[in-house]
């Protein structure tokens, strides 16, 4: 079965990186893009960022351009996201999750998220 | 403040209906982009639940059903069960951000 595992996640201190990995498997990797959707304390669900299927095409949040980067390493089965200038409003959790289909934006399946916290 | 607007809260008594509403704009579902809908558990991570504006993936039960109308999206819960108690989430794409956006989340109460 499809399964995404994030892990990673940590106490951090503002300004500090940290990098995030999510590692699939029950699917053929290097044929979906791959998103990252983030969860601050009790708010909402905030969209990151997304790779595409070969890593060529990246987007992201304008609250982490700049200072965050997703990639991936389609012989590993594995996602990352770098994220660096961490600030307080970084902390939350963070799932990876697979688009349905090319383009079509659907997060079809979800880890169970690794959480960061960016705290002095 | 979320680009897709959703009431904070909905309830309804065990066996009836419950509406969750999601409106956007011009630049994302009255563009035409597509609904998706998700429900997130208690402590669980969030699971998809209608995409493509009306489409249930396998496993959902048929009392979920989702809908649009120009700006907006719906989405119904029918025969409501304790275990329907979960907060859900409406999303799109916003070609003016450029961005996936996510609605700001609507927790459902079976009274």
């Known amino acids: 079965q499809v399964q995404l595992v994030e892990s990673g996640g940590g106490v951090v201190q503002p300004g500090g990186s940290l990098r995030l990995s999510c590692a699939v498997s029950?699917?053929?990797?290097?044929?979906?893009?791959i998103h990252w959707v983030r969860q601050a304390p009790g708010k909402g669900l905030e969209w990151v960022a997304f790779i595409n299927y070969d890593g060529n095409n990246e987007d992201y949040a304008d609250s982490v351009k700049g200072r965050f980067t997703v990639s991936r390493d389609n012989s590993k089965n594995t996602l990352y996201l770098q994220m660096n200038s961490l600030r307080i409003e970084d902390t939350g959790v963070y799932y990876c999750?697979?688009?349905?289909?090319?383009?079509?934006?659907?997060?079809?399946?979800w880890g169970q998220g690794t959480v960061v916290t960016v705290s002095s | 403040q979320s680009v897709l607007t959703q009431p904070p809260s909905v309830s309804g008594a065990p066996g009836q209906r419950a509406t969750i509403s999601c409106t956007g704009s011009?630049?994302?579902?009255?563009?035409?982009?597509?609904v998706h809908w998700y429900q997130q558990l208690p402590g669980a991570a969030p699971r998809l639940l209608i995409y493509g504006d009306t489409i249930r993936p396998s496993g959902v039960p048929d009392r979920f059903s989702g809908s649009k109308s120009g700006a907006s999206a719906s989405l119904a819960i029918t025969g409501l069960q304790a275990e329907d108690e979960a907060v859900y989430y409406c999303q799109s794409y916003d070609f003016s951000l450029p961005a996936v956006v996510f609605g700001g989340g609507s927790k459902l109460t079976v009274l």
């Open positions: 029950g699917f053929t990797f290097s044929r979906y893009g």
């Open positions: 999750a697979k688009d349905r289909s090319y383009g079509d934006n659907v997060l079809e399946y």
């Open positions: 011009s630049s994302n579902i009255g563009a035409g982009y597509d």
